[in-house]
């Protein structure tokens, strides 16, 4: 991971808790993920600079999820970008994540706030189960029965979900087929 998408996964998150007032960092994985789905399926591109797998409760941003489980003993970079700008809201709600500055949008691009807005209004008050049945969708389906190991959520299968038509669909392989090219 890049240092900007250290500081770009940090913003989205920034974002999120500023919109909520914090949430526990299952909603905020969830949030990303269902915004993610949208940006895709409109737009072709990805927000979250992190791959999701497909996990037992739902998809979750893989180095996001290490990095906010280290936040206060942090050893990773992104982990130490998290710290210097989220903390768990304590011991009453030691899952929840709250804001420790504003998001810096500059990092944003209109289209990303966009389908973040509507993932925060949406999913922000649904419960963990509500949010549990509906991140089991075909994409994490799919990734969960892989049989060679690698539960990684395909960016068009989460674009599949939301009705992406074919040139969509065309486009967003061609994207990660240059992505993995420059890699």
């Keep these: 991971m890049t240092n900007y998408d250290s500081k770009k996964l940090a913003e989205l998150v920034l974002y999120i808790l ?23 399926a409109k737009w072709g591109s990805r927000i979250v600079p992190d791959e999701f797998c497909a996990l037992k409760y739902g998809p979750v941003p893989t180095q996001l999820y ?20 989220i903390q768990f809201a304590g011991e009453d ?15 944003l691009s209109k ?4 389908a973040l807005d509507q993932s925060i209004d949406e999913n922000k008050s649904l419960t963990f189960g509500q949010l549990m049945s509906k991140s ?8 969960s029965r892989r049989e060679n190991g690698t539960n990684v959520i395909s960016p068009i299968s989460m ?6 038509d074919e040139a969509m669909l065309e486009y967003i392989e061609e994207q990660m087929q240059i992505d993995s090219a420059l890699k």
Excluded: C, Q
């Design 18 to 40: 500023g919109k909520t007032g914090g949430v526990d960092y299952y909603h905020a994985f969830k949030i990303l993920y269902f915004a993610e789905m949208k940006h895709l």
């Design 66 to 85: 290490d990095a906010v489980k280290e936040l206060n003993r942090p050893r990773m970079e992104l982990s130490e970008e998290l710290s210097g700008v």
């Design 93 to 107: 709600a030691p899952n929840v994540l709250l804001p420790k500055r504003e998001a810096d949008t500059r990092f």
């Design 111 to 114: 289209s990303e706030i966009e």
């Design 136 to 143: 089991h969708d075909k994409a994490w389906e799919e990734a």
């Design 159 to 164: 674009a599949k979900v939301l009705n992406a």
